[in-house]
């Protein structure tokens, strides 16, 4: 594999990564309703949402 392949290769997953912490997080800052039945089922509280958001929009910051 020649470096400049396997540095867009790299670079491409670090893309996708972002894309799916930053949808993830803001889905759940949004309040989408599958995420408030989800952190209410599982008994933190809502709280634990926004904590959860902040944690994955702060990863997707960190891949970069």
Known sequence: MS???ARSALLAIRALLTVAFL???LAKFAGVAMM????????WGQWFRYVTATIEI?????LW
């Open 3 to 5: 470096p400049h392949l």
């Open 23 to 25: 949808a993830a997080g």
């Open 58 to 62: 702060g990863g997707a910051i960190l």
């Open 36 to 43: 408030v039945a989800t952190f209410d089922a599982i008994g």
